[in-house]
């Protein structure tokens, strides 16, 4: 088993940054592929960044890339989603996600993640 605690959310004015953390523990992080991904109000769950277990082939939807940076520090079993340029239609709740194995996975896949964390809300305002 692994379990995710996500942080850093909260609310934030257009352009402004935040960072989100996940703790991971339960298995060795550094076998864990990890991802991002985001939740708004009446709408399906979407893909954020990636990092494979690795750390160093990351994914990134189209939309934030050169916006967010995914990062991820295998001495504290946490990875990171770094947010900058934030906008409104960032506003959801992100969810951080992991799989286990070494192997090549498909980070845009939520049906590949195994373990999920609660969730942390960011709000961007206008």
């Known amino acids: 088993q692994v379990q995710l605690v996500e942080s850093g959310g909260g609310l934030v004015q257009a352009g402004g940054s935040l960072r989100l953390s996940c703790a991971a523990s339960?298995?060795?992080?550094?076998?864990?592929?990890m991802g991002w991904f985001r939740q708004a109000p009446g709408q399906e769950r979407e893909f954020v960044a990636g990092?494979?277990?690795?750390?160093?082939?990351?994914d990134y939807e189209d939309d934030v890339k050169g916006r967010f940076t995914i990062s991820r520090d295998n001495t504290k079993n946490t990875v990171y989603l770094q947010m900058s340029s934030l906008k409104p239609e960032d506003t959801a709740v992100y969810y951080c996600?992991?799989?286990?194995?070494?192997?090549?996975?498909?980070?845009?896949?939520?049906?590949?993640?195994?373990?999920w964390g609660q969730g942390t809300q960011v709000t961007v305002s206008s």
């Open positions: 996600a992991a799989e286990e194995g070494t192997g090549w996975i498909n980070l845009r896949s939520a049906r590949v993640y195994t373990y």
């Open positions: 339960g298995r060795t992080f550094s076998a864990l592929a």
């Open positions: 990092s494979m277990w690795s750390g160093g082939s990351t």
